[in-house]
């Protein structure tokens, strides 16, 4: 069984140019996409190599241009599979299309798979047609692009699939990494509030710069209530993008008969992780003992960001000895004399090391959710030694839910002044804060919150005050209804810490090639990692697991020594 090769053709020249104009090139973040699903891939920087790489499937994330279209069009029509996002611009006439207008704003649906008929929001769609008289290349369209709403007026196939010789070329109609990238964390840097909700939930202009102000989503369109009437962000529509990408990846390799291994999200017997965190808020002992008393209660461990001056000394190894996470929670708030600036971060953060006898914080979170430009934050964490942030969720009633479109860890990619590299931080957004407090939601968000983070895998993070957990019943019940239906429903609980640390260690194996009997060789030392395939035409399994809309069989991993390595090259290469 032949190991799926996959390119992603980032046409190193073509990047240069756009950020010699100072642009964002985000379609470099197809590759962090496929790393954090565990799909293994490989980088071309130029045309040039595809025909000489041997690969099976070609990503097209930023080609060069007429001529580099020409030889993507060559290596289809030789077997290959060339996919892309919304680009190929040079190549709609020879497919026998036409380019439609941009669609500035819309939503998009599958026509088929699990995902299929919910809602996309997207930005700058580029739909085709089938143009009159052109070239008869055969298609197979599927799929919807909308314009405005999800109700909107159609503008084309979200999916076109040509025949290309004796392969294929498939084009999407959304630049799904760019639009991952606008979801997650903006279309700018924060330098102004964001718009409010109409109806007064959502007050974004109070004049405090906020993660929230950058909110890619819509007041009324993305909004769902409960049945107390309860305001939420419904959907994770970056984590809909990301399964239907991997989705027709996987199913594109596998309907060639390839084999397309990829490393599983969580370990196994984890279908998805619940988080707890707190922000030690005017910092009361009695709050802490509280919150401890609380957490063993319901068997949490959970995530202690501390705001300087902090707790009494004597509480730290209590609250370490419990199992729980010390982090740090950064002060830039201007109303109580918080500076927003590196140097009072780093000043911060030595308080934090002093206060607790920790050589650093694994994990910060931003007090409000203070939050300016585009990466200032993640650089000051990454020349802290700070692997970590949970800086991203609402700051309101009405925004509660997936504001950022994600439910899953990410990390975030650089403006164009740093050439869009990936900062070395892994962001763990939350959902929302202090349920059943006067002023925030009820407990009836917590029921769908749950359900859309384990639909898509990810991490469901709830945020509770220790505060509030000592003052207001209300509060310290929520956080047990919490707990308890999360463990119902077969959460595990992590802290951020062992979010951070599973998620870099993943990461870090490498599959170096899939044997005959269907081992996958991994570099790295042992991890109980899991990893899977998509079935192949013709293929059944007793117990296929569903991943990415696709049934898989799962394939036992062997860690590769070094003279392994060796011989799993020789074995791709003969196969």
């Given at each position: 069984?032949?190991?799926?090769?996959?390119?992603?053709?980032?046409?190193?020249?073509?990047?240069?140019?756009?950020?010699?104009?100072?642009?964002?090139?985000?379609?470099?973040?197809?590759?962090?996409?496929?790393?954090?699903?565990?799909?293994?891939?490989?980088?071309?920087?130029?045309?040039?190599?595809?025909?000489?790489?041997?690969?099976?499937?070609?990503?097209?994330?930023?080609?060069?241009?007429?001529?580099?279209?020409?030889?993507?069009?060559?290596?289809?029509?030789?077997?290959?599979?060339?996919?892309?996002?919304?680009?190929?611009?040079?190549?709609?006439?020879?497919?026998?299309?036409?380019?439609?207008?941009?669609?500035?704003?819309?939503?998009?649906?599958?026509?088929?798979?699990?995902?299929?008929?919910?809602?996309?929001?997207?930005?700058?769609?580029?739909?085709?047609?089938?143009?009159?008289?052109?070239?008869?290349?055969?298609?197979?369209?599927?799929?919807?692009?909308?314009?405005?709403?999800?109700?909107?007026?159609?503008?084309?196939?979200?999916?076109?699939?040509?025949?290309?010789?004796?392969?294929?070329?498939?084009?999407?109609?959304?630049?799904?990494?760019?639009?991952?990238?606008?979801?997650?964390?903006?279309?700018?840097?924060?330098?102004?509030?964001?718009?409010?909700?109409?109806?007064?939930?959502?007050?974004?202009?109070?004049?405090?710069?906020?993660?929230?102000?950058?909110?890619?989503?819509?007041?009324?369109?993305?909004?769902?209530?409960?049945?107390?009437?309860?305001?939420?962000?419904?959907?994770?529509?970056?984590?809909?993008?990301?399964?239907?990408?991997?989705?027709?990846?996987?199913?594109?390799?596998?309907?060639?008969?390839?084999?397309?291994?990829?490393?599983?999200?969580?370990?196994?017997?984890?279908?998805?992780?619940?988080?707890?965190?707190?922000?030690?808020?005017?910092?009361?002992?009695?709050?802490?003992?509280?919150?401890?008393?609380?957490?063993?209660?319901?068997?949490?461990?959970?995530?202690?960001?501390?705001?300087?001056?902090?707790?009494?000394?004597?509480?730290?190894?209590?609250?370490?000895?419990?199992?729980?996470?010390?982090?740090?929670?950064?002060?830039?708030?201007?109303?109580?004399?918080?500076?927003?600036?590196?140097?009072?971060?780093?000043?911060?953060?030595?308080?934090?090391?002093?206060?607790?006898?920790?050589?650093?914080?694994?994990?910060?979170?931003?007090?409000?959710?203070?939050?300016?430009?585009?990466?200032?934050?993640?650089?000051?964490?990454?020349?802290?030694?700070?692997?970590?942030?949970?800086?991203?969720?609402?700051?309101?009633?009405?925004?509660?839910?997936?504001?950022?479109?994600?439910?899953?860890?990410?990390?975030?990619?650089?403006?164009s002044d740093e050439k869009n590299r990936l900062y070395n931080v892994l962001e763990i957004g939350f959902l929302t804060q202090d349920l059943m407090h006067p002023s925030l939601s009820d407990t009836t968000v917590i029921a769908p919150f749950l359900a859309k983070a384990k639909e898509v895998r990810g991490v469901a993070h709830f945020l509770y005050h220790q505060k509030h957990i000592y003052e207001q019943p209300a509060v310290r019940q929520a956080l047990l209804d919490t707990a308890r239906e999360a463990k119902r429903q077969g959460f595990a609980f992590w802290t951020g810490r062992e979010i951070n640390d599973w998620i870099r260690g993943k990461r870090e194996r490498r599959v170096a090639g899939l044997e005959a009997d269907d081992r996958l060789l991994v570099e790295g030392e042992p991890l109980p990692i899991v990893a899977y395939r998509p079935l192949l035409a013709g293929e059944s399994a007793a117990a296929a697991a569903e991943r990415f809309g696709l049934p898989c069989v799962r394939v036992e991993i062997e860690f590769a020594t070094a003279s392994r390595r060796q011989t799993a090259a020789s074995a791709v290469?003969?196969?």
């Open positions: 069984m032949k190991m799926a090769q996959i390119g992603i053709y980032l046409d190193s020249l073509a990047t240069e140019r756009i950020h010699r104009h100072h642009a964002n090139v985000f379609q470099l973040y197809i590759q962090e996409v496929l790393t954090y699903a565990g799909v293994p891939f490989e980088r071309i920087a130029s045309a040039d190599e595809i025909a000489a790489g041997g690969f099976d499937v070609v990503i097209a994330g930023v080609a060069g241009g007429a001529a580099s279209e020409a030889k993507l069009w060559d290596f289809a029509e030789r077997g290959g599979i060339v996919i892309s996002f919304g680009g190929l611009p040079y190549s709609a006439a020879r497919l026998g299309c036409r380019p439609l207008p941009e669609v500035p704003v819309g939503y998009a649906e599958l026509s088929e798979g699990p995902g299929a008929g919910r809602p996309m929001r997207f930005f700058r769609g580029r739909p085709w047609e089938r143009a009159a008289g052109g070239a008869e290349v055969p298609c197979e369209a599927s799929g919807i692009v909308r314009v405005g709403s999800p109700d909107g007026a159609a503008a084309g196939p979200l999916l076109q699939t040509f025949r290309v010789g004796a392969g294929r070329i498939a084009r999407w109609a959304v630049d799904i990494p760019s639009v991952i990238v606008r979801l997650q964390q903006g279309e700018w840097p924060v330098y102004e509030d964001g718009i409010p909700a109409a109806d007064g939930t959502g007050a974004l202009d109070e004049g405090i710069l906020k993660a929230d102000d950058q909110c890619q989503l819509d007041w009324e369109a993305d909004r769902a209530h409960t049945a107390t009437g309860m305001p939420y962000f419904e959907h994770p529509y970056a984590d809909y993008w990301r399964e239907a990408l991997l989705g027709q990846l996987l199913a594109a390799a596998a309907d060639a008969g390839l084999a397309a291994p990829f490393v599983d999200y969580w370990p196994e017997g984890v279908e998805a992780v619940a988080m707890i965190s707190h922000d030690s808020d005017f910092n009361i002992d009695d709050s802490a003992v509280a919150t401890l008393d609380a957490l063993a209660e319901c068997g949490v461990r959970s995530t202690w960001c501390m705001i300087e001056p902090g707790y009494s000394a004597e509480l730290y190894p209590k609250i370490m000895a419990a199992g729980h996470e010390l982090a740090l929670h950064y002060n830039a708030l201007e109303t109580e004399r918080g500076i927003w600036s590196e140097a009072e971060f780093e000043r911060q953060h030595a308080w934090f090391k002093s206060a607790t006898g920790l050589s650093g914080a694994v994990s910060n979170k931003n007090h409000y959710t203070r939050f300016e430009g585009w990466g200032e934050l993640f650089r000051w964490c990454e020349r802290a030694g700070i692997e970590s942030d949970q800086t991203r969720g609402p700051s309101k009633k009405g925004n509660v839910g997936f504001p950022f479109g994600t439910g899953h860890p990410y990390f975030p990619i650089a403006w290469q003969q196969s």
